[in-house]
T-cell receptor, first 111, second 115 residues
């Protein structure tokens, strides 16, 4: 079946450093790739997304890259801050309405 | 505007019972998706509804069912509860298809504990 692999499961960085989270998807029909941030006690919140016809997208300190050939996409957070500490999920959406999530990455930003 | 509202926030049920969870989407949103979140399995897709029709379903047993009403509010039902059904159940709404760039907004979830 479809799956999304996400690495690493835990990431610890120093404040100001960059963080990179990588995901690989299996369903070549996936055409939309959102990234979510989940803080304790809250539902996931969309932070950035990319569609299959775009290779890269940036929003301030956050960027996402997509390699359709390799079925690989990554989240890059620059100049990390303590408030970036959370669990991050990648996802692959197929057919517009079936979303498969990665297992999540717990990011710790040390002040 | 109001976000996605899930009720109740917390629920404790006994094995064998059934439970109904409710999700009120953001006004104007017609797509509602349900997910199960557990520490071991992460976020797993249950099903998605659009205009009262189930368009896609994840790999869950038939004990898990759902429906959507004409006002886009949705309910999910779990019958014959098992201990392994203990999880955070999340609902997300969007205007149409997330794949078309319609952002999905999540509620805070219903935490179900089966004892």
């Amino acid at each position: 079946g479809e799956n999304v692999e996400q690495h690493p499961s835990t990431l610890s960085v120093q404040e100001g450093d960059s963080a990179v989270i990588k995901c690989t998807y299996s369903d070549s029909a996936s055409n939309y790739f959102p990234w979510y941030k989940q803080e304790l006690g809250k539902g996931p919140q969309l932070i950035i997304d990319i569609r299959s016809n775009v290779g890269e997208k940036k929003d301030q300190r956050i960027a996402v890259t997509l390699n359709k050939t390799a079925k690989h996409f990554s989240l890059h957070i620059t100049e990390t801050q303590p408030e970036d500490s959370a669990v991050y999920f990648c996802a692959a959406v197929t057919g517009g309405f079936k979303t498969i999530f990665g297992a999540g990455t717990r990011l710790f930003v040390k002040a | 505007k109001a976000g996605v509202t899930q009720t109740p926030r917390y629920l404790i049920k006994t094995r064998g019972q059934q439970v109904t969870l409710s999700c009120s989407p953001i006004s104007g949103h017609r797509s509602v998706s349900w997910y199960q979140q557990t520490p071991g399995q992460g976020l797993q897709f249950l099903f998605e509804y659009f205009s009262e029709t189930q368009r896609n379903k994840g790999n869950f047993p038939g004990r898990f069912s759902g429906r959507q009403f004409s006002n886009s509010r949705s309910e999910m039902n779990v019958s014959t509860l098992e201990l392994g059904d203990s999880a955070l159940y999340l609902c997300a709404s969007s205007r149409s298809n997330p794949g078309q760039g319609a952002e999905a907004f999540f509620g805070q979830g219903t935490r179900l504990t089966v004892v």
